[in-house]
């Protein structure tokens, strides 16, 4: 049977209580609680929109609330909050927003979107190319049946008169 020095177990049980309260220190840091998971809850956004009055943390605390929370949202609630963006984001709504909520929603819907382009027997004559026989012809107006020119007459008195007065604006009788 081995035996163990004394020192060995001084060693062994500081380094035992060293990371007990380490531990404990970090628990107590947080709270003892740990990052409460992402959930989707319509009314957390709606509560930021109509709490937070400047702009510009408004857009902070969606962002964060999305990028923290958006992931576990459903298509129906994306497609909710989306619609509410005008009246919920208010001036903090802006393009990134927008973004981001489009990427939630093309992630939630599993494809990303179908771009749409026409078939090409069926295009539109602003997409026709000059080379192609479907293009349509250059619109030329017929010889000889244009406008007539237009023609400006010359200023013959100015508003003012020669003096720049108005005419009548005389001596005051």
């Known amino acids: ?15 035992l209580l060293t990371s007990g ?4 220190a970090q ?10 998971a992402p959930r989707c809850l319509v009314a957390e956004v709606r509560g930021i929109a109509f709490t937070i009055h400047h702009p510009n943390d408004r857009y902070l605390a969606i962002t964060e609330w999305l990028n923290k929370n958006g992931a576990a949202c ?8 989306n619609s509410n963006r005008p009246n919920w984001f ?5 393009p990134a927003l927008g973004q981001v909520l489009d990427q939630l929603i093309e992630i939630a819907t599993g494809a990303p979107p179908k771009q749409a382009t026409p078939p090409d027997k069926d ?3 602003l997409l ?8 349509p012809a250059p619109v030329v ?4 049946t244009g406008q007539p020119p237009i023609v400006v007459a010359p200023v013959l008195a100015t508003p003012g008169g020669p003096g720049g007065k108005a005419p009548g604006a005389g001596a005051r009788p």
């Open 123 to 125: 295009r539109s004559s």
């Open 1 to 15: 049977m081995k035996t163990t020095h004394p020192l060995q177990i001084l060693v062994l049980s500081c380094l």
């Open 21 to 24: 309260l380490t531990f404990q």
């Open 90 to 94: 208010g001036h903090s709504d802006s």
């Open 74 to 81: 459903s298509l129906e609630k994306l497609q909710y909050i």
């Open 27 to 36: 628990a107590a840091a947080s709270g003892g609680k740990t990052a409460p």
């Open 141 to 144: 107006a017929p010889a000889g």
């Open 128 to 135: 026709a190319g000059t080379s192609r026989e479907d293009a």
